[in-house]
């Protein structure tokens, strides 16, 4: 039942990649309104969410689970879908959807590669904590004196 602080960083990592989502990531240099993530991208914007559920799933299974096993396979997993959605945000940071001398990248954008990175890096930092899960002790039993012997 003990929720480690890796687990924290990836579930809120998450949550910050999902709000960042609904920012506006890019935008024409000429005017103020711009796309958001959701509008931006075709699969990208599917497979963030998805990464942000893991990173939920994670924590959740860390702090539900009396065994390890799944804990740590989602650790792995979120640690491999993170760092393969690292790489395809700045991906997409670097080549916008459009040409560059019309378009910007805006800050939710940074956001969102901030938000992934801390998704990988919690989820990594998950695999790497080898604390021991503090499990709640049984009650010992009540020892009770023997009544005198008459």
Do not use: C, H, K
Request: hydrophobic fraction near 55%.
């Amino acid at each position: 039942m003990t929720v480690r602080p890796g687990e924290v960083l990836a579930a809120v990592g998450g949550a910050a990649l999902i709000a960042s989502l609904f920012g506006d990531w890019y935008g024409a240099r000429a005017r103020a309104a711009g796309a958001t993530g959701w509008q931006a991208f075709g699969i990208l914007d599917v497979l963030l969410t998805l990464l942000a559920l893991m990173a939920f799933a994670l924590l959740a299974a860390q702090a539900t689970r009396r065994t390890p096993a799944l804990p740590v396979a989602l650790a792995v997993l979120t640690s491999t879908a993170g760092l393969v959605a690292v790489l395809l945000v700045l991906y997409r940071l670097i080549d916008q959807p459009g040409p560059n001398e019309f378009f910007e990248v805006r800050a939710a954008a940074w956001m969102g590669l901030a938000a992934t990175a801390a998704v990988f890096g919690g989820a990594w930092w998950s695999l790497t904590d080898e604390r021991p899960r503090l499990e709640p002790a049984e009650p010992e039993p009540e020892l009770r004196a023997a009544p005198p012997a008459a």
